[in-house]
């Protein structure tokens, strides 16, 4: 297309024809160049979306995980609590077993 225009203009001078072309040429490669690129950034923006979306999902596990291990925690604690109890029960019950043992019917 510009060689057309530029080879129909008889007042253009060989020099200035082979700047011109020399200049469209550089063009064709620079928009190829750009083309690559646009390529590239497309292909690393899916690449960084997947890795976002796997990121998220395993955080999304991680945040299952922290929150069974609370729960497995407080259940725990809760047992704990409860044979705390159970053990001063009975620490009482042999506190009052001891008490009202009666020395006297030792042979």
């Given at each position: 297309c510009l060689e057309t225009v530029v080879n129909n203009d008889s007042m253009i001078s060989d020099d200035k024809y082979e700047v011109i072309m020399d200049i469209h040429n550089k063009?064709?490669?620079?928009?190829e160049q750009l083309q690559l690129l646009r390529r590239e950034v497309a292909q690393q923006e899916i690449l960084c979306g997947s890795k976002e979306n796997s990121l998220r999902a395993e955080i999304e596990q991680l945040k299952t995980k922290i929150r069974r291990k609370k729960q497995l925690v407080a259940k725990s604690q809760l047992k704990f609590e409860d044979w705390k109890k159970r053990l001063a029960g009975v620490e009482e019950s042999a506190v009052k077993s001891y008490a009202n043992f009666d020395n006297s019917e030792i042979p």
């Amino acid at each position: 297309c510009l060689e057309t225009v530029v080879n129909n203009d008889s007042m253009i001078s060989d020099d200035k024809y082979e700047v011109i072309m020399d200049i469209h040429n550089k063009a064709d490669m620079f928009t190829e160049q750009l083309q690559l690129l646009r390529r590239e950034v497309a292909q690393q923006e899916i690449l960084c979306g997947s890795k976002e979306n796997s990121l998220r999902a395993e955080i999304e596990q991680l945040k299952t995980k922290i929150r069974r291990k609370k729960q497995l925690v407080a259940k725990s604690q809760l047992k704990f609590e409860d044979w705390k109890k159970r053990l001063a029960g009975v620490e009482e019950s042999a506190v009052k077993s001891y008490a009202n043992f009666d020395n006297s019917e030792i042979p």
